[in-house]
């Protein structure tokens, strides 16, 4: 990816979206050409020259510090999120083919202590996944929730947003607030190409999804990036029904590129009855793929 049109498209698209009431600026009568701030309202929010910032936003962060990256920041009302983005791609800016080194390898196994205590969780789904979203491994509840990934005979890692946006049975199995659903995928890939904007496989991925997804397409080009460390997951399961999880992901201290997700259910809910039914359905080895259900089985 270009890293100049990454930043300039990301500046832009920040700018556009906040109005001069929001900055607390005064909105003079008359109709405005730009959506949300002009280019001089921020430079003046954020301290800096107007020549600076049309600098920056032209996307040459060459040399440019983490002071004025954060005043920047504030003037653009940026999230968490946004501000790390932010960093991420100054930082891939700074770095010269020379000096950079070569991306590491997304991990595509767990290690076996990690899988050990996934299989210690016996009540709640649980998978670890990597940054590019491929699914590499889980208990044996968290293989049942997510068995339509696999029912191709598939087997770890599968990745999840080629399943959610190429695989017609993805547009189901992800249930109610579909659209949401899928704009927090992108979202996660494009915070991940921002850490990592020279994994090959990851902009592999992205170039298919982009290609093959128009969905995707709309979606990615609204530069969207997040934090997804705990929400809620709706699915519309084949074996049980319409179900609501509660999620809470944890990056794993020791494999700081993989990141673990435990489920689970509001007490008493129709969700409960739900994820109980999946535990009973997930004791045979329909609901495990077929390299995992041998040895896991009862």
Same mark, same amino acid.
């Given at each position: ?9 990301? %500046?832009?698209?920040?700018? +556009?979206?906040?109005? !001069? ?8 009568? &008359? ?38 990256? =954060? ?12 501000? =790390? *983005?932010? *960093?991420?791609?100054?930082? +891939?800016?700074?770095?010269? !083919? *020379? ?7 997304? /991990? ?16 709640? !789904?649980? @998978?670890?996944?990597? #940054?590019?979203? =491929? ?17 191709? #005979? ?6 999840? +947003?080629? @399943? ?29 190409? &921002? ?11 992205? #170039? ?25 997951? *709706? ?6 029904? =319409?179900?609501?999880?509660? @999620?809470?992901?944890? /990056? ?22 739900? %994820? ?17 259900? &041998? !040895?896991?089985?009862?």
């Amino acid at each position: 990816m270009d890293s100049r049109s990454e930043i300039k498209e990301f %500046l832009a698209s920040r700018r +556009a979206r906040i109005t !001069p009431q929001q900055a607390g600026l005064p909105a003079y009568g &008359g109709n405005r050409r730009v959506p949300g701030l002009r280019r001089e309202e921020v430079a003046m929010l954020a301290g800096m020259s107007v020549d600076y910032y049309v600098r920056l936003e032209r996307g040459n962060l060459t040399g440019v510090s983490e002071a004025v990256l =954060d005043s920047l920041a504030r003037a653009l009302q940026l999230d968490e999120a946004e501000r =790390d *983005h932010l *960093h991420d791609l100054s930082r +891939a800016a700074n770095t010269t !083919p *020379h000096k950079r080194r070569r991306a590491p390898q997304q /991990q595509t196994r767990v290690p076996a202590g990690v899988q050990r205590i996934l299989d210690s969780m016996t009540d709640a !789904p649980a @998978f670890v996944r990597n #940054g590019r979203l =491929d699914f590499l491994a889980a208990n044996r509840l968290g293989y049942a929730l997510y068995a339509p990934l696999f029912s191709d #005979g598939q087997k770890p890692p599968v990745n999840m +947003a080629r @399943f959610r946006f190429l695989d017609p049975r993805g547009r189901e199995f992800f249930g109610r607030n579909r659209e949401e659903s899928m704009n927090n995928t992108v979202a996660l890939l494009r915070t991940e190409a &921002g850490r990592n904007p020279h994994d090959k496989p990851l902009t592999d991925l992205i #170039g298919e999804l982009v290609t093959c997804s128009e969905d995707f397409r709309a979606a990615w080009a609204r530069h969207n990036v997040r934090l997804h460390y705990s929400g809620l997951k *709706h699915f519309r399961h084949p074996a049980v029904g =319409d179900l609501t999880l509660a @999620f809470e992901a944890m /990056q794993l201290p020791a494999q700081p590129a993989l990141s673990l997700t435990v489920m689970t259910a509001e007490p008493g809910t129709a969700d409960e009855d739900a %994820l109980k039914l999946l535990a009973s359905w997930a004791a045979t080895d329909e609901a495990l793929p077929k390299e995992v259900s &041998g !040895p896991r089985a009862p």
